[in-house]
């Protein structure tokens, strides 16, 4: 698969779209500002319209009457009407599409996300599909979501905290709630967004496009920097593609390291590379795809974020597999 997902424009106007329905949304996003700019338009006109024609001049008094003529009316109606239109002919058809399940429940990966403070936590049903139980009372630092090890159904399941896994090419439903407050489930990249409510479970569907795995987003992105005018604040969310060394042959920056996390000096890595002669170095980012909490939910609510990792049908079984198989510790004697 050679989809090209357009990471090379992020940022200049929406973020890169890579759900299927998520063309759809940025449609409605389209035709709204359209909207908005025609009515900025009209009503800029009618206001320098009304600053010439009632300005303040010899012979003339202003009187302190309401309109008589009918003009103002029909353009209030006119955009009422309009906005009606957006709501109903064109918002709500998509809105009630993605809250309703999707048109072939068999083959839909259900997801259970809990929102927190100030993190987010996936429970998935594993290969058996069947969710354990859950209960306040079993949650530890460990057991965030509270599953009840006793329930047969729970033997199978998977617990992630601040780690989102999910398959491309197949409807994904996510149940969302919240164990506190408030909270927002959003990804920008997927045009998803859904409230977290305490109480209150609220699915969702959405579909990731076929191809956009991670591991293929992340070679996208790949990009190359000039030492001389980068800045630590730009590298620091990335990873080094290849190995870098200093005139000695010694490695100031391996292939594979993760710059925020393996470099405390950020701006003295830059310096040596400068110094060694280095003049563009290739990075790719660490993580592409996030879900990130949309609702201020409280004073660490700027860092409730999880990472999103695509992977294709087979890569997302492989990792169902490894994840809910029970680790077996051989302790080396009888016990
Ligand atoms: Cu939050």
């Known amino acids: 698969m050679l989809a090209s997902f357009n990471f090379g424009t992020y940022g200049r106007w929406l973020p890169p779209q890579l759900s ?6 940025d449609h409605l ?41 009918k003009a103002s009316k029909y353009a209030e109606v006119a955009v009422g009407a309009f906005e009606v239109f957006l709501l109903v002919g064109l918002s709500m058809p998509v809105w009630a599409e993605y809250k309703n399940p999707p048109p072939d429940p068999t083959n839909m990966l259900e997801v259970r996300v809990i929102g927190e403070q100030f993190q987010w936590d996936f429970h998935y049903p594993g290969p058996d599909g069947k ?33 989102f896994h999910i398959p491309t090419g197949r409807d994904i439903n ?38 956009a795995t ?57 310096d040596d590379l400068r110094a060694a002669g280095v003049e563009r170095i290739k990075l790719q ?10 609702q201020l939910c409280g004073n660490s609510h700027f860092k409730m974020k999880a990472q999103i990792i695509t ?12 994840r809910s198989t029970p680790v077996e510790i051989d302790f080396g004697g009888d016990f």
């Not at 489930?185 to 569907?205: L, S, Y």
């Not at 992977?311 to 490894?322: I, L, N, P, Q, Y």
């Open 311 to 322: 992977h294709d049908a087979a890569g997302f079984d492989a990792w169902v597999k490894e």
């Open 20 to 25: 299927e329905h998520g063309h759809r949304i």
């Open 174 to 211: 996510v149940r969302i709630t919240s164990k506190d407050v408030i909270h927002s489930f959003a990804i920008p990249t997927m045009r998803v967004k859904q409230d977290a409510i305490p109480g209150m479970e609220v699915p969702v569907w959405f579909k990731v496009k076929e191809g």
């Open 214 to 270: 991670t591991e293929k987003l992340k070679e996208e992105m790949t990009q190359e920097y000039d030492t001389a005018s980068a800045t630590w604040y730009k590298l620091r969310h990335h990873v080094s593609c290849e190995d870098y060394r200093d005139k000695s042959g010694q490695i100031i920056l391996a292939k594979g390291s993760d710059l925020g996390s393996t470099h405390t000096d950020g701006t003295k890595l830059i």
């Open 285 to 294: 980012p660490r993580n592409p795809l996030e879900v990130i909490c949309a």
């Open 29 to 69: 996003i389209d035709v709204v500002h359209y909207f908005m700019f025609a009515l900025f338009v009209g009503w800029g006109i009618f206001f320098l319209y009304t600053l010439i024609r009632f300005r303040k001049r010899e012979g003339h008094r202003a009187i302190y009457e309401p309109v008589s003529g």
């Open 131 to 163: 969710f354990g139980r859950t209960d306040s009372k079993f949650i530890t630092g460990t057991n965030p979501i509270g599953l009840d090890e006793a329930d047969p159904n729970a033997a199978d399941d998977i617990q992630t905290i601040n780690e």
